[in-house]
């Protein structure tokens, strides 16, 4: 009889997610016929206690927001990527029932932004100083860029975010939000504003063509940013890029198996 095995992701609100529906692709593609993935609507108060009342038959989390500080505080072994971003998207149960807590969020920006052509050297520019935002400037150090430009509507959420470009080694800079137009000719420009926030700059920005454009959103897709970018000839990656690309790493440490990539990219694409 096949043991049972069970994952989740867990963040309020959660009801939307996509993660169930990319993973459980995954596990029936590897023929991993025991393992079930599922959700958790739980705050950041209540994930030390969620995870405490888990049974040896759960092998991990995928934490979202609000829970990333949490997840990374109840840990008992942290990853250097996620302790220099100061947030975990990833709970993997080792087998001696303790917890690691790891940031995929970091690889999977590296990966799509590869696959897009971006090389050393390049320059960035982040839309937003928040905890995705911390990923970003991760992945810019990884891909060895040579300058990162963080906006945002309050200077000391920018100060927060010096200590982690410095801590990485990445020089970076503040500028206001209000003045993104001036600073999206960069090589990369990765924005990770709420929804509707970035819209008015679409209207206003002169596009450089070679500019990779990264909209952390996906639902409405594309945004008005990414649209406008894509009108200029513009190479663009949307949030669902990063959905998989962050879910593929996962799923390897939660079951130990390569990913199934197409078949999880093909399920994802589907419920889109």
């Known amino acids: 009889m096949t043991q049972a095995r069970r994952a989740a992701v867990v963040g309020k609100p959660i009801a939307h997610s996509l993660s169930p529906t990319i993973h459980n692709a995954g596990y029936a593609a590897a023929g991993l016929t025991g ?64 917890w690691y807590a790891d940031n995929t969020d970091v690889v999977g920006m590296v990966d799509v932004l590869t696959a897009t052509g971006v090389t050393s ?70 924005s990770t504003l709420p929804k509707g926030v970035a819209d008015p700059f679409a209207q206003v920005t002169a596009w450089r063509p070679g500019t990779v454009c990264f909209d952390a959103l996906y639902d409405p897709w594309p945004t008005p940013l990414a649209g406008s970018a894509q009108a200029a000839g513009c190479p663009v990656v949307s949030g669902l890029d990063l959905l998989l690309a962050q879910a593929v790493g996962q799923f390897e440490q939660f079951t130990g198996v390569p990913a199934p990539v197409e078949a999880m990219r093909a399920a994802l694409t589907a419920a889109r």
């Open 35 to 98: 393992w079930s993935y599922s959700r958790f609507e739980c705050d950041a108060a209540g994930l030390p206690g969620l995870v405490a009342d888990l049974g040896p038959e759960w092998a991990g989390l995928s934490v979202t927001m609000p829970g990333k500080e949490a997840a990374l505080a109840l840990a008992d072994e942290v990853s250097p990527v996620a302790a220099a971003v100061s947030a975990a998207n990833t709970l993997v149960r080792r087998p001696d029932g303790t």
């Open 121 to 190: 050297g390049a320059t960035v520019t982040v839309l937003g100083a928040g905890g995705t935002a911390r990923a970003a400037i991760a992945a810019a150090a990884r891909l060895a860029a040579k300058s990162v430009t963080v906006l945002a509507r309050r200077p000391e959420a920018i100060d927060d975010l010096r200590p982690v470009a410095g801590a990485l080694g990445v020089p970076m800079t503040g500028a206001d939000l209000a003045d993104a137009p001036a600073h999206l000719d960069a090589d990369v420009v990765i």
